[in-house]
Each structure stands twice: as C-alpha cells, then as structure tokens.
C-alpha cells in the first residue's frame, strides 16, 4: 500500500510538472491594450433602416470596421466605393449634387451609434471575377489622378467637416485602395488592372494633396496582399513562398522606396495575412523589419494589419478549430509590433470568410466570443506581462485597470495542455471557456485548457 502510494505520488507529481505555467505580472506594465479587435465590412443583414446586428460590434467593444468591400458584387452596391460615391466621374467633383452619399450616409451613422469607427478605404470592391474573363467594372486606374483625389477630398469633408449636408465623424484613418499589387499579370488582377508602377504614381499623386488638406488625419496604404515570402531576422523558412508571394514582396520594396525618396506621407502602411496563428505572426514580425529597413519606424508609420483569418474554409465556419485560432491570433497582434488589426470580416455570410456570424441563424459563431473575451482586455485598458512556458501551444496575455484584471488565454493545438496559474494573489471572479462542446460558459478556473479552446478570466 504504501509503494503504491508512492506510486501515485510520482505520477501526480509528474503530471504537475508537465503543466504549462502561465505567470502573470501586475505591477510590470507593457504598454496599452491593443486596437487589434477590429472587424472589416459590418453584418448587414435585413432592412437599413435599423442594422439589426450591428448591436454585436457594440457588446463586443469593436474599435473600427474597415469599410472594403461592401459594394457588393460586380460593383454595383449601394456603399463606400468612390464610383458608388461618385457615380459620373466626368462630373463636378466641387458640386454636392454630383455624389450619392445617401447610402453610405445611413451606414456611417449606425456604426456610429454603436460605437465602432469606420476605418475608411478610398477604392473599389474586389473584382474576383475578371479571372474569369469577365471584363473589369471599377478597378482600372483612375483616368485623372488629381481628379480622383479631388473627389476624395470632398468625401473626406463630407464625413468630417459636414460639407454636402454630411457630418462631424471621427474617422482617423484613410487608406488608398486595397491589394493593388493582387496578380503579378495586370489582367488577372481583381484589384488594379494596371501595372503597379501606375498605382505608385497614383499614390504619389493622392497621398501628397490629402495630406496636405487634411494633416490631422491618417493617410496611408495599401493593403498589401501580404508577406508569405518575407524571412525575417528570426530566420524562420517562409512557408508560402511562390512567384504570386514573391512579387507581393517586389511590389512593396517599390513602394516604400518611392515612398521614402519622394518623402510622400504614409501615416500607416497596411497589409494582409490568411495564414495560421503561428506564421501569421512571423509575417507581423517580417512586416515591422521591413518597414524599418526603408525607415517607417513605429513611432512614424503604423503598422496595420486588416485583413486577417486563420483556418479559412466553409468547412471551419463556426468551429472551435477557428474560433481558437481567431482567439490565439488575437493574443498574438496584442503581444507582437501591430498597432491595429480588423479580421475579415464582420459579414453575416455564406462565404468562407464570413467567421462571426451565423447567416441561417442570425446568432454569433464561437469565434465571436473570442472577441467579446479580447473586450475584457480592452476595458481594463492596460496590457501587463503574462507568458506561458512549458508548451509552445499555449498564448496568454493579460491586461489591468480600474475595473481589475482581465487574464486570455487560447490553446490552438488538437491535444489538451495542464495549466498551473500564477495571478499573484488575486481572485478568480470568473471564467468563461469556449471549446467544441461549449460557447462562452461560465466555468471554475480550470486545470487544463482543452484542444482547441480559449478561456478568459476575470480578476480582482
């Protein structure tokens, strides 16, 4: 009896030694919590006159929607793209009665009344059609440059300085189309049919003149497609690196370098990941290095990451498989060089890119409460630092404020990780825990985080 006692000693002690250990330090502040829980186009879902889900972003605390591609197919939407704004681009662009803002009008005040800042993209929807054969609708290159920025100016004015019977929004940042650089062969690009030396231009002629009329405003660009093909200083092997990867790569060496030369304005560069958590996060780090390389350090240039997904496929659409990696990325962005993050989307939607939403219910998907837990960061307000040692798979962050403390934490791997938790003394108000077989439930803090979960726990 006794050696068998031993026996489970040893065993317990094993397994406690096993455990992964999150350490939480309190009085060791690392900055703010991060604007990274932003969400690309809005769920618009029923009649405009009411938004019904927009109430979502609300309860779940989203900084920004970033306003791309909501034109609808085939350009012909009703909201936010220059030719939908302006339809006739041989008309006065000084004269109110050329624009159609009514629509976008009616979009931008029930953001506003629920508390999410548009992220504003000057541009046109994605043609993922012209691959096809199909002929391109909005996304040639402006015939008149100046012109297009004239427009934009006016737009501008009318969300901001209530110019056109418009409004006195906060709308900080503006950004100068989306993926300019989608296809090396300009016409297969459903975003620029055009070189990508005429989108440089372009910049170089839009960027300067809004700027100039707008400096307290952000300026900046260009969505890039992303940095699959970037190796960093970390020395981690890109895991996608192909010819369609690598002229990503080319495209912004170019840009930042005529960007820099012509010392043109880029308040924030941003750029795109459909890559899982892990190289997601090389990419990040790769994207911070580069723009240092040209000089857009941090303190100059934001860096903003706002198309994001992990695990896309219609198949993982309201699974735990991509809630835990939507909710391992976000602790990711917050811990690593990123300034602002919108995942896309926020649609309610059939599509695979549609994570947050149910389309048949009108409920949210698992991943959304990866959201609502990131918001119990958001609201303490200041990141502390948290790190886990012992097994790679597990991410946590931590945040503190007048409120008390709020602890996240995501295992996105398919085995379950022991957990032993250092809070330095506080008290577990609650947990909620999202995993295969439960969303968003109120649990006693755990010994274990199971495969493919995230937990967020509440402290005083």
């Not at 009344?113 to 002929?135: C, D, K, M, Q, W």
């Not at 402006?142 to 006016?154: L, Q, S």
């Not at 030369?261 to 308040?267: C, E, F, S, T, V």
């Amino acid at each position: 009896m006794k050696n068998r006692f031993l026996v489970m000693l040893v065993a317990v002690g094993a397994l406690c030694a096993q455990a992964a250990e999150i350490q939480v330090d309190f009085n060791k502040t690392v900055g703010p919590v991060k604007r990274v829980n932003g969400v690309g186009q809005p769920p618009l879902v029923g009649k405009l006159a009411n938004y019904p889900m927009f109430h979502y972003l609300k309860e779940a605390g989203i900084p920004y929607s970033r306003l791309h591609d909501v034109g609808g197919w085939l350009g012909g939407g009703l909201f936010v793209d220059i030719p939908v704004l302006f339809p006739n681009f041989d008309a006065d662009e000084n004269a109110p009665e050329s624009y159609r803002f009514v629509y976008t009008d009616s979009l931008l005040k029930a953001l506003d009344a629920n508390g999410v800042e548009p992220f504003f993209r000057l541009g046109v929807t994605i043609e993922n059609f012209v691959s096809h054969g199909y002929p391109p609708m909005n996304i040639l290159p402006p015939k008149d440059y100046a012109k297009w920025g004239r427009i934009c100016e006016h737009v501008i004015r009318h969300y901001t300085e209530c110019w056109a019977n418009g409004f006195q929004m906060k709308i900080t940042y503006w950004e100068i189309w989306n993926e300019p650089e989608n296809h090396p062969d300009d016409n297969q690009n459903p975003m620029w049919r055009g070189p990508f030396s005429e989108y440089i231009k372009f910049y170089g002629t839009v960027a300067p003149y809004l700027k100039a009329k707008f400096p307290h405003l952000k300026i900046g660009a260009y969505g890039s497609c992303g940095y699959y093909a970037g190796v960093g200083s970390d020395q981690i092997p890109a895991a996608n690196s192909s010819p369609r990867t690598e002229h990503f790569l080319s495209c912004s060496h170019k840009f930042l370098a005529a960007v820099r030369d012509n010392k043109w304005p880029l308040d924030f560069f941003s750029y795109h990941s459909y890559s899982n958590p892990s190289e997601a996060m090389r990419q990040v780090r790769f994207v911070d290095e580069h723009l240092n390389q040209y000089g857009f350090t941090a303190d100059k240039c934001e860096r903003i990451y706002n198309e994001w997904l992990p695990y896309v496929s219609h198949a993982n659409l309201g699974s735990a498989l991509q809630a835990a990696g939507i909710a391992t990325e976000l602790i990711g962005l917050q811990n690593g060089p990123c300034d602002v993050a919108c995942i896309y989307d926020a649609r309610c939607g059939v599509g695979n890119y549609s994570p947050l939403f149910n389309p048949l219910t009108y409920k949210p998907h698992k991943a959304y409460y990866a959201f609502t837990a990131f918001n119990e960061l958001r609201k303490r307000g200041t990141a502390v630092s948290a790190k886990a040692t012992g097994d790679k798979n597990l991410w946590v962050t931590a945040a503190k404020g007048e409120t008390g403390a709020a602890v996240m934490m995501a295992n996105d791997s398919d085995k379950a990780v022991p957990i032993s938790c250092d809070f330095q003394g506080k008290t577990v108000d609650s947990c909620r825990i999202t995993d295969q077989d439960r969303t968003n439930e109120t649990i006693p803090l755990p010994t274990e985080l199971p495969p493919r979960s995230f937990l967020v726990v509440i402290l005083h």
